[in-house]
T-cell receptor, first 115, second 115 residues
Framework: AQSVTQLGSHVSVSEGALVLLRCNYS??????LFWYVQYPNQGLQLLLK??????LVKGINGFEAEFKKSETSFHLTKPSAHMSDAAEYFC?????????????FGSGTQLTVLP | NAGVTQTPKFQVLKTGQSMTLQCAQD?????MYWYRQDPGMGLRLIYY???????DKGEVPNGYNVSRLNKREFSLRLESAAPSQTSVYFC??????????????FGQGTRLTVV
């Protein structure tokens, strides 16, 4: 079964500091991995995705994530946090079940950016 | 280009009442999904539809029914609402049922409260 674990339901960083949001996955086959962001009262928006082409994936808004097979991790980072980065972030793994691809989501990490 | 549109955005129901959540996408996607989002639990799949005319149960289907009316529309019905169904509901669509690299696109959500 595919599963995703996000360590830390709440993360606070100061503006300008490094952002690190952790995600570990469990997958019996090579995974397709995603990071989504959710701003208050909105739907989910794709930040970036890993599709096995490169282990370091760059996304929107300066975010990037590195796929580490040996650690089964796909942590999200941004060198310098901005106030506008405050949101909830979800890691997800894609797998084929039944007749369609499905996404299994982690429980989410709420990022707070302090001035 | 509207993407994924959900209606209504907010709804309050009394226990035992029924209602249908509507979802439409204009991206010509094959697959559509209904998720519910609860605090600390991420998004959980209720039902999905790999293609027009097919539907399958997800992780938490009890108390719900769905209809894939055509390629664009996928509705979620609560026949007899219960307080445990208080949640935020998201509809999503994706391009292909076979390609795991394809991300899902989400609607803005429906906030449902059952009293």
């Amino acid at each position: 079964a595919q599963s995703v674990t996000q360590l830390g339901s709440h993360v606070s960083v100061s503006e300008g500091a490094l952002v690190l949001l952790r995600c570990n996955y469990s997958s019996s086959v090579p995974p397709y991995l995603f990071w989504y962001v959710q701003y208050p009262n909105q739907g989910l928006q794709l930040l970036l995705k890993y599709t096995s082409a490169a282990t370091l994936v760059k996304g929107i808004n300066g975010f990037e994530a590195e796929f580490k097979k040996s650690e089964t991790s796909f942590h999200l980072t941004k060198p310098s946090a901005h106030m506008s980065d405050a949101a909830e972030y979800f890691c997800a793994v894609s797998f084929f079940s039944g007749s369609a691809r499905q996404l299994t989501f982690g429980s989410g990490t709420q990022l707070t950016v302090l001035p | 280009n509207a993407g994924v549109t959900q209606t209504p955005k907010f709804q309050v129901l009394k226990t035992g009442q029924s209602m249908t959540l509507q979802c439409a996408q204009d991206m010509n996607h094959n697959s559509m999904y209904w998720y519910r989002q609860d605090p600390g639990m991420g998004l959980r799949l209720i039902y999905y539809s790999a293609s027009e005319g097919t539907t399958d149960k997800g992780e938490v289907p009890n108390g719900y029914n769905v209809s894939r009316l055509n390629k664009r529309e996928f509705s979620l019905r609560l026949e007899s609402a219960a307080p445990s169904q208080t949640s935020v509901y998201f509809c999503a669509s994706s391009e292909s049922r076979d390609r795991g690299t394809t991300e899902a696109f989400f609607g803005q959500g429906t906030r449902l409260t059952v009293v």
